[in-house]
């Protein structure tokens, strides 16, 4: 078993490469590819020279003095005759210029040669070159090129340059050989680090339950080691944040409410002194005992609840089996409710709600306790004869995966709004404004309660202020059961 299990690492060892040793095989490789392209040019060369389709350089030379040897003293020139290699000229012998399919800049040359005692001239420094055969009535001039041209004359006309057509072919493979090797290694190495990707995404979302793959080349798999170090750490101090949290959420609850059973004692006592004959000072001073006690026993209530909030195993066991609400009767005791609220402050409490469906797949309690809050912030901070509106409908929501129909609870007043730190940090715990939005009646918990409940249930809370003035909350709810439309 051992034998084997070293077989393994050794054969893996084996697979892994250093990041030099991959680019000096791309190097040999690109170097390979070259030559393999340069050698596929050459036997395109051979091949088509071979069969005739593209005639070698000088070919036009060979054709042209053929020609030549074939006309004698007393031969009647005529342009039928002539190669169609050769650009030709027939003149008399006095120079008149008879017949010819030369442009004008190589006439000139041809013109020149005709009434010399020369028999050939040479043009130019590219092969250009003109030969001459006289007869006892006319003189026959031709010119070409030491230069590779396609035997077929449509082609030779297309083309009129086949050395030239040659080296764009040979650019072009060696285009393709640099294209394909470059492309090859790049996908090589992007699978490579896919997997260092990979990991750096699980890390980045804090999914820790993952194995990191080996890549083939060591420098990425040092990296890897690296992000595995990481992620055992990073799993190591998440676990211990998160008993720390939980000792402390423990620890919350249970002096919340061991404080809270002597603030019973005090208050009922208070509440029985009430009942004696007390004098006008005696009685101020315990209506004030019992008002402050009732805001320390509103506050422990709100630290219980935030307790149990944020602790993901009761909110669970919470909602389990609450997994419907009946939206007609629901909206309508929440509107009765917070009209209630509202009475001292003479507000107009709006609800629309017409476009729900009969059933929403959410539990009861949490939404319940979600608008409490929120419609409790509205009140407070509503103007005399003010407006709190509750709007509620269902739409797609495009950051939702497969446009999920998702449930938007918009909850809106008239009051002061939210200043720029509250717009950033309103849902954190404990957080209370130092303007207007500091009542000692809140103590900073509302807001995070139910973003925690939202959140609880996929959702989210948005924080932001009407253009006319107001707070604005947005809650945002997915829907992932089948919801029921009253048909009726």
């Known amino acids: 078993m051992g034998d084997r299990l070293s077989m393994e690492r050794m054969k893996k060892k084996k697979k892994e490469i250093r990041l030099r040793t991959f680019f000096v095989r791309f190097l040999l490789k690109l170097v390979a590819a070259v030559l393999l392209a340069f050698l596929l040019w050459l036997l395109q060369i051979t091949v088509s020279v071979g069969t005739g389709l ?67 001239l040479s043009a130019n420094m590219l092969g250009r070159t003109y030969v001459k055969r006289q007869t006892d009535t006319r003189i026959v001039v031709l010119t070409y090129d030491f230069r590779s041209a396609f035997a077929n004359p449509t082609l030779r006309r297309l083309f009129p340059s086949a050395e030239l057509l040659e080296v764009f072919l040979l650019l072009f493979l060696l285009l393709a050989a640099f294209v394909l090797v470059i492309t090859r290694q790049a996908k090589y190495l992007s699978r490579e680090l896919f997997h260092l990707q990979e990991a750096a995404d699980e890390i980045r979302n804090q999914n820790l339950d993952f194995t990191i793959r080996p890549t083939a ?49 005090v208050r009922g006592n208070a509440e029985l002194l009430s009942e004696t004959a007390l004098d006008e000072t005696q009685q101020s001073c315990n209506r004030f005992i019992l008002e402050n006690a009732a805001q320390i026993q509103d506050y422990l209530s709100r630290i219980i609840e935030l307790a149990k909030t944020d602790d993901p195993a009761a909110f669970s066991a919470e909602c389990r089996f609450q997994a419907q609400l009946h939206t007609a009767s629901f909206f309508d005791d929440l509107l009765g409710n917070t009209k209630s609220l509202g009475q001292k402050k003479e507000l107009h409490v709006l609800f629309s709600t017409e476009t729900l469906p009969a059933v929403l797949p959410l539990p009861e309690h949490p939404l319940r306790r979600i608008l409490n809050n929120l419609l409790d912030n509205a009140v407070c901070y509503s103007p005399h004869k003010g407006t709190v509106t ?28 939210f200043c720029e730190d509250a717009l950033l940090y309103g849902t954190e715990a404990f957080y209370r404004e130092s303007a207007d939005r500091n009542d000692k009646s809140h103590f900073g918990l509302g807001l995070s309660i139910a973003d925690q409940l939202a959140r609880g249930l996929g959702g989210s809370i948005t924080l932001c202020n009407a253009p006319a003035g107001g707070a604005v909350v947005i809650v945002r709810l997915p829907l992932t059961g089948q919801l029921q439309r009253d048909t009726e």
């Open 390 to 417: 509750l709007d509620a409908s269902i739409r797609d929501y495009r950051d939702a995966p497969e446009k999920e129909s998702t449930l938007f609870l918009t909850v809106s007043d008239e009051g002061p709004g």
């Open 217 to 265: 080349i060591r420098e990425f798999n040092q990296v890897a080691a690296s992000l595995d170090a990481l992620k055992s750490e990073l799993s190591a101090s998440l676990k211990e944040q998160w008993h720390m949290q939980q000792q402390r959420r423990r620890q919350f609850s249970a002096l919340a409410h061991d404080i809270k059973t002597p603030l019973t004692i």
């Open 54 to 120: 593209i005639l070698p350089a000088n070919a036009a030379e060979k054709e042209a003095l053929a020609y030549l040897h074939t006309i004698g003293a007393h031969t009647d020139i005529v342009s039928s005759g002539i190669p169609s290699a050769c650009s030709y000229a027939i003149y008399d012998t006095s120079g008149a210029l008879l017949e010819t399919d030369m442009s004008d800049s190589l006439r000139e040359n041809a013109d020149l040669l005709a009434l010399s005692g020369q028999d050939s």
